[in-house]
């Protein structure tokens, strides 16, 4: 790590603490990028995309660094659930998926500013969410408040209540920043975590 800056592209609390875990020191900053999916974009590729554009527009700043660029698209039969922002958004976004099935796309990328490699990858996770309540809805969202993440749920808190099953080689794809992967990714461009 001597020879490199390690930088999270991302403003995210959520990521930013899952890093911390790997106790290697980094520095984060946002790549402010336009999220908007292009027409006729799979919901992989709009992650894939933003995570390689987001890891490549804080790299052009930061040189000698190694940028982790990160972003996650949940989908429910295909179609796009995007962060709630609001409550009554949230309430329909949960009515949607309760008793149903939701994938979250997490994309990772790892760009080395030096030589200019890039490694990304889509890491899904599966989510079976259980048959709620309209009361039980509400009663989630008062206490938890979710309306700053994909699919309107945080299973590292009280969304835990809300989930029948979770599928997936790593749980930490769910928050938005796969270790598991990012560990092989940097042991590719010689940095090893432990």
Known sequence: MDNYRLILASSSTYRSELLHRLQL???????????TPLSNERPEQTALRLAQVKARKV???NPDSLTIGCDQVATIDGQQLGKPMTHDNAVRQ?????GRSVIFHSALCLYNTA??????EVVPYTVNFRQLSDQQIENYLQREQPYDCAGSAKSEGLGIAIIAS?????????I????IRLVSMLENEGISVL
Not at 94 to 98: A, I, S
Not at 176 to 179: A, E, F, K, R
Request: charged fraction near 20%; proline fraction near 11%; hydrophobic fraction near 35%.
């Open 115 to 120: 030589t200019a490699n890039m490694q990304a």
């Open 166 to 174: 979770m599928h997936g080689d790593d749980p930490n794809a769910l």
């Open 25 to 35: 020191p980094f520095t984060s900053i946002s790549p402010e990028v336009d999220e």
């Open 94 to 98: 949960l009515q949607l998926m309760r």
């Open 59 to 61: 790299g052009e700043t």
């Open 176 to 179: 938005g920043l796969p270790l």
